[in-house]
């Protein structure tokens, strides 16, 4: 109302042009029908359950679409927490793949040398008697 008073309202050819069109706040009882009306919508956008009933753990607002925009960000706060849950569950499988390839391969390679790689008593006999 302050911007059309400050810049419409002195100007006669745009005062023809825009009217004040005075929307009253939705009372609690409508901002909950709105609600159950969006829930669909948000439960669709952010893949994820909101119960009605948490509306009536609203505060009465002086501003109802307050409500609206709270649904709104707990709506988008869980979709963002169950994102997070997904990549931090593929980061632990990632690193456990990973750590058992490692210990993988540090077990073929152990297999491989071991026994193998000892020269013993038996093998300098053996070399030397071929020398001599």
């Known amino acids: 109302m302050e ?29 909950f029908l709105i609600l159950k009306r969006l829930v669909q919508k948000y439960e669709s956008f952010y893949k994820s359950i909101i119960l009605t009933k948490l509306f009536s753990l609203l505060p009465p607002w002086q501003n109802n679409m307050s409500a609206i925009d709270l649904i709104d960000e707990a709506g988008a706060r869980v979709s963002l927490q169950q994102k997070q849950d997904k990549y931090d569950k593929v980061m632990v499988a990632t690193k456990m793949d990973t750590n058992l390839r490692v210990n993988l391969q540090a077990q073929q390679r152990q ?6 790689m000892l020269v013993t008593e038996e093998d300098i006999k053996l070399v030397l008697s071929s020398w001599t």
């Open 3 to 31: 911007e059309y008073m400050k810049y419409i309202e002195k100007d006669g050819a745009l005062k023809r042009h825009f009217h004040v069109v005075d929307v009253p706040e939705p009372s609690v009882e409508d901002t």
């Open 111 to 116: 297999a491989e040398y071991s026994g193998n």
